[in-house]
């Protein structure tokens, strides 16, 4: 009964998206206010009969309705409680649901927080997404539904939900992908409202800013969560693979920030309008191919599902939509809004110019290496595979270019600045800058290591430079803290994610360069020193858990004599599917990772094949992808995001009741 | 020339520099680092290149996997059931290898026609099936469990 009833719910859901595209576009062409009014009540609608649909799948794992075929397919009654509401979304039809719930929650943000918009502005942003709800809603019902049954033929219990996904970190990992992956349609209903409008000006920009920084925020924080996830949990150590799927999550992300920083220039200064315009389609439609790479099944990759190609074959239809209905909207209108200001060679636009360049190239370098494969098969050219190296030699070069770059930011001015006053601004952080990186590498490491230097160089350039800025910017105030106070949330957002990039970037190279990883054969007793850190194998033993059976070895850990950790890694052999599963032991540290995990026993005396890693500030990495989401947090509680509707509507209200006192 | 004209050319140029080296980076990056697909048959047919990077995939045959007693290093054979591909591999396999499903190893093929494999592929979840195996099967016109289709 309760399947039934979430399925009811999406429906009406679907029918609420479909009234929410039609209504309100037809009001705003015609000029009509109460049908353009309607609109956020049934945004807030769609969200309502939505949550609805995905508490009754919810509630059909919590109990066990193994007669729901999503349910059979993805838990056991074995599964922790926990384990049973992630594992919702740890297959297809769930996580298409989860997109339709959070396609309709920002929906509803967009209603509740955008009151302040022009009627005419928001029934069309609501209208845009409305579409896009129908066209996963129907997506979901049509190719996918999550509530069709298994009756009869209604298993004693479930098949188990994958054991890679058994794991905290995948509770919230989707949720948080899909919030900033989901988040990029109001920028993208944005523009294409505004396209529709034929009007992109400042406020244009303002409006869609606060909505793009969140989202872009939480694309950060869930590719973070998967990279520490595959870190930990893949059992490999490595942190990023250029798997086609984490690709797929990146590519948005690439487009994102460029975005983000273009929609800066639109806001400040009136220029890249176009471009702005254009840079939110890409994302969204990025995000859209994702959606597909991961659905379809296209890829070899370590997150597909098994699917069905008419599913692969929706999406991309859908995308073709989208990408083809939105640029042709663009080809008609955007040449009419053009922009007439010019600014000067030395200023802030250019450096962001240059941000956006080098943050396109990085797009369309990861998405070619990762459709090239797709290509290749649809030309008959056989099947390729691109490899690791290819994205490291075009994605490193690009970053290490954007980072001077990007030192010079915070420094310098809008419209037109003198390359005299950077000189004179900036000499002293660049030399500190440089011989600082230069000479770190020294003390670290036994070798000196080039490619550490040159992190180093950049990350401190980077750094000096925002504080060279700060004690600028704080010069002239009473006291230094006073002028600290003074400084804007989009100011501090700015700095706290500049910041978390150096530490993601000397995070990413130091591990990269000086990570020693050990893969050999041990018998208990044996002993194996990685980096300065013998590693003894004590012993194995037998280990039960909830719903698996398991090997766990026993480590200690000793640094000059001292035990410092006691490891314990574990084989799993999870009950209900009979899958195999590593758990790594891991010692976590801001300056290194200790990480051991099991292979398979070798030969018959006891002995397995043992993985030994030090990983140096692994940590910084993850770290600094916090504190670039927390910077795009911090933005938007930027005053100047609320100043509009107050300014109008709060005096008038008070005079009305200063009026009525008198 | 107007400003605004002559900024534009500029940004044009810039745009247009970067972006070829850009792309000469990419071709430059990309010649080395792709590997093709060869089905097992393909393998036994010659068809395979000796020396370059390649991936052989199919069904880890039953009763092939021979693990070695004092190293990591494991010997095993891909089939699609018209041929067969001898694979040394020296490491730790992925957790859901093992005979009867599919793999894709990565590697290069000696003289003697063993690949010298350096990434073994599994699949990672109970039904999922890597794209080129299917095909490869189906090539071959076998299923799964190597009966005739």
Known sequence: MIPELGHFALIIGLCLSLTLTVVPLWGAWRGNAAAMSIAPSLAIGVLVFVAISFACLTIAFLQDDFSVEVVANNSNSLLPAMYKFSAVWGNHEGSLLLWVLILAFWMSAVAIFSRELPLLMLSRVLAVMGAISVGFTSFSLFTSNPFARLLPGTPADGQDLNPLLQDPGLIIHPPLLYMGYVGFSVAFAFAIAALLGGRLDASWAKWSRPWTNVAWAFLTLGIMLGSWWAYYE????????????????????????????????????????????????????????????????????????????????????????????????????????????????????????????????????????????????????????????????????????????????????????????????????????????????????????????????????????????????????????????????????????????????????????????????????????????????????????????????????????????????????????????????????????????????????????????????????????????????????????????????????????????A | MHPVRKQRLLIVLFVVVFSSAAIGLMVYALSGNINLFFPPAEVAAGNAPVGTPIRVGGMVKEGSVQRSNDSLEIRFEVTDFQATVPVVYTGILPDLFDEGQGAVASGVLNEAGVLQASEVLAKHDENYMPPEVADALEKSGHDLKGNKI
């Open chain 1, 234 to 661: 893949l059992g490999w150590g490595g942190w990023w693979f250029w798997d086609p799927v984490e690709n797929a999550s990146f590519l948005p992300w690439l487009a994102g920030t460029a975005l983000i920083h273009s929609l800066a220039v639109t806001e400040k200064r009136g220029l890249f309008k176009s471009w702005t315009v254009l840079l939110a389609i890409f994302a969204f439609s990025l995000s859209l191919l994702g959606t597909f790479l991961v659905r379809s099944g296209v890829l070899t990759s370590v997150h597909a599902f098994a699917t069905d190609p008419e599913r692969g074959l929706f999406i991309l239809i859908f995308l073709a939509i989208v990408v083809g209905g939105s640029l042709t909207l663009y080809a008609v209108k955007a040449p009419s809004v053009g922009s007439r200001v010019s600014f000067n060679w030395i200023s802030r636009e250019s450096l962001l110019l240059t941000n956006n360049v080098v943050f396109l190239a990085a797009t369309l370098t990861v998405l070619f290496g990762t459709l090239f494969p797709l290509i290749m098969d649809a030309l008959g050219q056989g099947k390729y595979s691109v490899g690791p190296p290819y994205f490291n030699l075009v994605f490193v070069p690009l970053m290490a270019v954007l980072m001077p770059f990007m030192g010079l930011g915070p420094v310098s001015r809008w419209k037109k600045d003198d390359a005299k006053r950077w000189r004179a601004e900036l000499l002293l952080p660049a030399i500190v800058a440089v011989v600082c990186g230069i000479t770190l590498p020294y003390f670290t490491a036994d070798e000196y290591n080039v490619w550490v230097a040159l992190a180093l160089v950049l990350a401190f350039w980077l750094l000096l430079g925002m504080l060279r800025d700060l004690a600028f910017r704080t010069a002239n105030a009473a006291s230094r803290l006073q002028g600290l106070k003074r400084l804007t949330p989009s100011y501090w957002g700015m700095l706290i994610a500049h910041l978390g990039f150096a530490a993601t970037v000397i995070g990413v190279v130091a591990t990269s360069q000086y990570s020693v990883e050990h893969d050999l054969k041990m018998s208990p007793g044996d002993t194996d020193v990685v980096a300065g850190y013998s590693f003894t194998f004590n012993e194995v033993v037998p280990f039960r858990g909830p719903n698996f059976v398991a090997d766990e070895a026993r480590f200690t850990v000793h640094y000059q004599g001292e035990e410092i950790a006691r490891l314990a890694p574990q084989k799993r052999r999870y009950l209900a599917s009979g899958s195999i599963m590593t758990e790594a032991a891991i010692d976590d540290g801001l300056w290194r990772d200790l990480f051991v995990a099991m292979g398979e026993p070798v030969g018959d005396d006891g002995a397995w094949a043992i993985r030994l890693h030090y990983k140096p500030m692994v940590r910084w990495m993850w770290l600094g992808a916090i504190f670039i989401s927390l910077g795009a947090f911090v933005t938007v509680a930027d005053k100047r995001y609320r100043r509009a509707p107050s300014r109008v509507s709060a005096p008038t209200a008070q005079e009305d009741v200063h009026g009525a006192k």
